[in-house]
């Protein structure tokens, strides 16, 4: 598959796996790689921006905070005096206490935002980690059911309509070859789309080890068995994990291998990576 | 220094606290050390807060448990224990310990607000932590309680909960909105009346109302809340508290492990032990001659082998350094943290087998790890 069909295929894709998998650096490499093709792209990043992303014409990036979501809001909606009010009072947190989930819902409702303004853009989310990507995506939902009616019920309405359309919006799971990490990719996997109703793009496998070639331990000198044997053990674990993942999950898969580096190095490698890998996607 | 540090944080400790980000194996560190707890002839409790049943997994436990306390049998003279945090039945049981009556329990319990409050994550889970370590820390059954923190970077969040929460619980706005309802909110002050009507624009009316009704129902409860907020805070803050950080080798989990020192040098607690955690193992080498004479005579493949063998010796290599220059820079700020380390092993940690092959590594004395 051409980059600009993979990139394309969704405007908004928002990158989810639990801490370790390196969720964070697939997403700036997805955002790098975007951007080299010469797609205009935007990195939204939630809490902290991200490290190591080389300059690029087409690659913007903002960070997009949920604690401060319910003031932007607010100001958005010309309340900004009583945001300042309410933070200066100490009680935003009743007030986002008071409708769980609101902060999550505020955050995809800037992402709409984003969207809305950049029709031919390509917007990569720097996802939460771990399980609470799909409290994110479920909030718009559960605020619905607790809020009847007033601007956060539109909102939701709006955001909800986002997320369930596939030509929008997609979530890319990143997991390592792992099989503690693969079961719980595939859990999150069949919430995302069960219960949240959101379509996946193809899945990342990061991380992995390279392929071990088959050869008769006596030819080996005994110095250096056991360590055969614990690379073949652990390409076996790898070759198990990934047979799981594919009998669990009809997505494509896309393989990428462990590397050493950081920071922009590692950033620039991974798209590398990723730009073979998606290369080699029918 | 201790020639056995894990073994005598194992016997001495009241309390474990792990922390590490995800990856590194924190959840498998928990269990192991409360394997080794039991294997000293004392009654261990792991409790996870990760959401993610990682430890069940781990110890082949069956998911849904809840707060149920099970028992994991094991060959030792003493006890492992195992549990998750329910947020909601924490929160359930916490309510009806500290309510002066069932039916005020039953008003808190049916309010649309409270009933929020306990499925949203965030803070609730933090405070709940805390309110079931208290629960633990007072039953007999247990010398040595182990809490798995979450894999995130907030995870020492539940250290300060009680305070945010008895901070929330005295707010002035609150204490207002707890006073007896004089017809509703329109009685609401001159200088109350925007801030009101701002959250009622965001939220709604309506869960304004159910949140006043809560906090009335709740109120006078708080203290009790808060007494026991304090007697935890104090616990996790005494020596009988031991800390420990788990991490592993890779550039972004020793970013977080960095990040969780600086947490606890904030904090004012002293880090105890680190655990160094999914280390590449090392293995034997050629001789000079051995290597020369095999590069003479290589297929395709054996090349490859060796050279991903090579690449293992590496790796070992690599780790050691980075994790040597973690242990230097942590040192500065806590001179007497003891080390343990752990190897990676070819596959997943799946069995209490596994589990007690880690602990062995982690009690063996530091000049065989």
């Known amino acids: 598959m051409e980059l600009h069909p993979f990139f394309t295929a969704q405007r908004v894709l928002i990158v989810a796996g639990k801490g370790g998998v390196g969720k964070s650096t697939v997403a700036a490499s997805l955002a790098q790689l975007s951007a080299r093709s010469g797609l205009p792209t935007l990195l939204i990043t939630l809490d902290e921006p991200a490290n190591g992303l080389a300059p690029d014409v087409h690659l913007e990036q903002i960070t997009v905070s949920p604690g401060r979501a319910l003031s932007d809001y ?25 409708a769980p989930g609101l902060d999550d819902l505020l955050v995809l409702g800037r992402i709409k935002a984003f969207e809305n303004e ?78 949240a109703h959101i ?84 | 220094m201790s020639t056995q540090p894990v073994i005598d944080m194992c016997v001495s400790a009241r309390v474990i606290v792990t922390c590490g980000t995800g990856g590194v194996g924190k959840t498998s560190v928990a269990a192991a050390l409360g394997f080794e707890v039991a294997q000293q002839g004392k009654r261990a409790i792991v409790i996870t807060i990760d959401p993610a049943r990682r ?85 007999e059954r247990f010398d040595v309680i182990i809490v798995d923190t979450p894999p995130s970077r907030n995870a020492l969040d539940f250290l300060e909960s009680p305070e945010r929460l008895a901070r929330f619980l005295k707010h002035p706005i609150v204490k207002f909105l707890v006073a007896p309802s004089r017809g509703g909110f329109r009685l609401v002050n001159a200088a109350m009346q925007p801030v009101f009507k701002a959250i009622s624009t965001v939220v709604g009316g309506d869960t304004l109302t159910g949140t006043a009704a809560f906090l009335r129902a709740f109120d006078g409860m708080e203290e ?3 007494r026991r907020a304090l007697v935890v805070a104090a616990t996790l803050r005494s ?35 680190i655990v160094a955690n999914r280390m590449p193992p090392h293995f034997g080498t050629l001789t000079a001659t051995e290597e020369h004479s095999m590069a003479q005579s290589q297929s395709g493949d054996l090349a490859r082998v060796h050279e991903l063998i090579a690449g293992l010796h590496d790796d070992a290599d690599r780790a050691d350094s980075d994790i040597q220059a973690f242990i230097q820079r942590t040192s500065v700020a806590f001179p007497a943290v003891s080390i343990a380390f752990a190897t990676e092993l070819a596959t997943d940690i799946h069995d209490m087998d596994s589990i007690g092959a880690l602990a062995q590594q982690l009690a063996a004395p530091p000049s065989q790890q």
């Not at chain 1, 900004?80 to 008071?98: D, F, K, N, Y």
């Not at chain 1, 917007?123 to 009616?149: M, N, T």
């Not at chain 1, 369930?164 to 890319?172: G, Y």
């Open chain 2, 224 to 226: 009790e809340f808060s």
């Open chain 1, 74 to 98: 607010l100001a958005t909606k010309g309340l900004g005096l009583i945001s300042r009010q309410l933070a200066r009072s100490g009680i935003m947190e009743l007030v986002a206490t008071t």
């Open chain 2, 55 to 139: 430890l069940a997994d781990a110890i082949g436990l069956g998911e849904g448990t809840g707060n149920e306390i099970q028992r994991v049998p094991l060959d030792a003279t003493g006890e492992l224990w195992v549990t998750m945090l329910d947020v909601q039945e924490t929160f359930d049981s916490l309510v009806r310990d500290t309510s002066p009556t069932p039916e005020r329990a039953k008003e808190v319990m049916d309010n649309s607000f409270y009933r929020s409050l306990s499925r949203s994550l965030s803070g609730t889970r933090d405070y709940m932590a805390a309110e079931r370590l208290y629960d633990l820390c007072e039953d």
């Open chain 1, 199 to 282: 379509a996946l793009a193809p899945i990342i496998v990061n991380k992995c080890n390279p392929d071990v070639p088959r050869v008769d331990d006596a030819i080996l000198l005994p110095a250096i068995r056991e360590a055969y044997q614990y690379l073949s053990l652990r390409a076996a674990a790898q070759t198990e994990a990934i047979g799981v993942l594919t009998d669990s999950l009809k997505q494509p898969q896309l393989h990428l291998i462990q590397h050493h580096s950081d920071g922009t190095a590692l950033i620039n490698t991974i798209a590398d990576d990723l730009e073979q890998a998606i290369r080699g996607l029918p």
């Open chain 2, 239 to 273: 020596s009988a508290s031991s800390f420990v950080i788990v991490t592993a080798p890779s550039p972004d989990a020793l970013t977080e492990a960095n990040h969780f020192v600086s947490e606890l040098s904030r904090l004012g607690i002293t880090l105890r032990l």
């Open chain 1, 118 to 195: 950049r029709p031919n853009g390509v917007i990569i989310v720097d996802g939460p980690a771990a399980g609470h990507a799909l409290d994110l995506v479920r909030a718009p939902e559960q605020l619905k059911r607790a809020i009847g009616s007033g601007p956060i019920s539109q909102q939701a309405d709006e955001v909800l309509t986002m997320l369930s359309d596939p030509a929008r919006c997609k979530v890319m799971l990143v997991t390592t070859a792992a099989i503690t990490p693969v079961t719980e990719t595939c859990e999150a996997a069949d919430e995302l789309t069960e219960k």
